[in-house]
């Protein structure tokens, strides 16, 4: 049966491929990190020729969702989100070195889930929702603290998780234990004042300036996995963007 025998027919040939591996990632049959078959078992596998795999192939690079490795292959684009703070705040060890903050999770319920938050994921409003609450640390220096909301249903696992089993990066553990892989993100920054509860946690005084950065995380089918809102102290805010 040809790989394209499910695809979309109102779709263009390379478009309908597309579809189809993204498909196979989100099932687990082609996982973060690894390769994908090549472009001549693409091609015969989907009865068509090479030329349409790669546009199908450069479509996806583009995206974000694959990358080629010259002389080795094309593989899964596993994404280093967890690194994107370095874009808004100074975060160095002893050495000078970038380092990823260390985390702590600081209360994790079910409760309604909020408007903004239902909206990103796209729950109904008040459904039962996995609320994180988490602490991220430069060194011992407060930086962060995050309200996280997820799917309860899709984040099971994480419920009954010992808190300590949480470790610092969130979304390796979303992936080894609910299966649900982050690939890409959309931020949004702007500018608040932190609340009285935010003040204790980050040491600041009640209304200091804070950055909030909102974040809608995606699966490669661009379905949403997780909302998060984080809150820092805008004095150790920067912004760095390269313009070419």
């Known amino acids: 049966m040809s790989l394209l025998a499910e695809a979309d027919p109102r779709l263009s040939r390379y478009q309908q491929l597309r579809d189809v591996i993204v498909a196979r990632i989100v099932d687990g049959q082609w996982r973060a990190g690894a390769a994908i078959p090549t472009e001549a078992e693409l091609s015969r596998d989907a009865g068509v020729a090479v030329g349409t795999v790669r546009k199908a192939i450069d479509l996806l690079v583009a995206e974000g969702i694959l990358?080629?490795?010259?002389?080795?292959?094309?593989?899964?684009?596993?994404?280093?989100?967890?690194?994107?703070?370095?874009r808004f705040f100074r975060l160095t060890d002893d050495s000078g070195r970038q380092a990823v903050p260390r985390a702590r999770i600081l209360g994790r319920t079910l409760a309604p889930c909020p408007v903004e938050a239902a909206r990103a994921l796209g729950l109904p409003e008040g459904i039962p929702a996995l609320r994180l609450d988490r602490l991220r640390l430069d060194g011992e220096t407060p930086l962060l603290?995050?309200?996280?909301?997820?799917?309860?249903?899709?984040?099971?696992?994480?419920?009954?998780?010992?808190?300590?089993?949480?470790?610092?990066?969130?979304?390796?553990?979303?992936?080894?234990?609910?299966?649900?892989?982050?690939?890409?993100?959309?931020?949004?920054?702007?500018?608040?004042?932190?609340?009285?509860?935010?003040?204790?946690?980050?040491?600041?005084?009640?209304?200091?300036?804070?950055?909030?950065?909102?974040r809608i995380a995606r699966g490669y089918d661009r379905h949403p996995v997780e909302w998060r809102r984080s809150h820092g102290a805008a004095d150790r805010f920067r912004y760095r963007v390269e313009i070419r």
Not at 152 to 163: G, I, K, T
């Open 67 to 86: 990358d080629r490795v010259q002389g080795r292959g094309t593989f899964v684009r596993r994404p280093s989100l967890d690194r994107s703070l370095f």
């Open 145 to 214: 603290v995050e309200e996280i909301w997820l799917d309860a249903e899709r984040f099971a696992p994480l419920v009954d998780l010992a808190v300590v089993d949480f470790g610092d990066l969130l979304y390796p553990l979303y992936e080894r234990l609910c299966g649900e892989v982050v690939a890409m993100a959309d931020e949004t920054l702007t500018a608040s004042g932190a609340t009285p509860a935010q003040a204790r946690i980050l040491g600041l005084r009640a209304g200091a300036p804070v950055m909030v950065i909102d």
